[in-house]
């Protein structure tokens, strides 16, 4: 029901952008957003969206390099990661995530994820 893509092999300094589709159900309502999980470590929280868009929350680790934005045209339910100078710590697979709860801030948690994808895998070269 959430399908990301966009992933890849990029270079330290590169950027990409993920996507992430709903489908199967309506999330119209739901705040959507990242989370990462890289080798040997915990799944962490990178960035969310509120359903309207005008609410957005991001992990320190990616402020000011990811943007998360969202596209509700035409029953989309997408949400977008942009990310720019990616580092090689930012090499992990990335989950998209849906939360009922409104608020960006609440899908930071991971107890409060009743939604994810799949996942798409980035690796940043040094």
């Known amino acids: 029901q959430l399908v990301e893509s966009g992933g890849g092999l990029v270079q330290a300094g590169g950027s990409l952008r993920l996507s992430c589709a709903a489908s199967?159900?309506?999330?119209?309502?739901?705040?959507m957003g990242w989370f990462r999980q890289a080798p040997g470590k915990e799944r962490e929280f990178v960035a969310a969206?509120?359903?309207?868009?005008?609410?957005?929350?991001?992990a320190a680790s990616v402020k000011g390099r990811f943007t998360i934005s969202r596209d509700n045209a035409n029953a989309k339910n997408t949400a977008v990661l942009q990310m720019n100078s990616l580092k090689p710590e930012d090499t992990a697979v990335y989950y998209c995530?849906?939360?009922?709860?409104?608020?960006?801030?609440?899908?930071?948690?991971?107890?409060?994820?009743?939604?994810w994808g799949k996942g798409t895998l980035i690796t940043v070269s040094s």
């Open positions: 995530a849906a939360t009922y709860y409104s608020d960006a801030q609440s899908l930071a948690d991971y107890n409060n994820i009743h939604y």
């Open positions: 199967g159900r309506t999330f119209s309502g739901y705040t």
């Open positions: 969206i509120r359903w309207s868009g005008e609410n957005t929350y991001y």
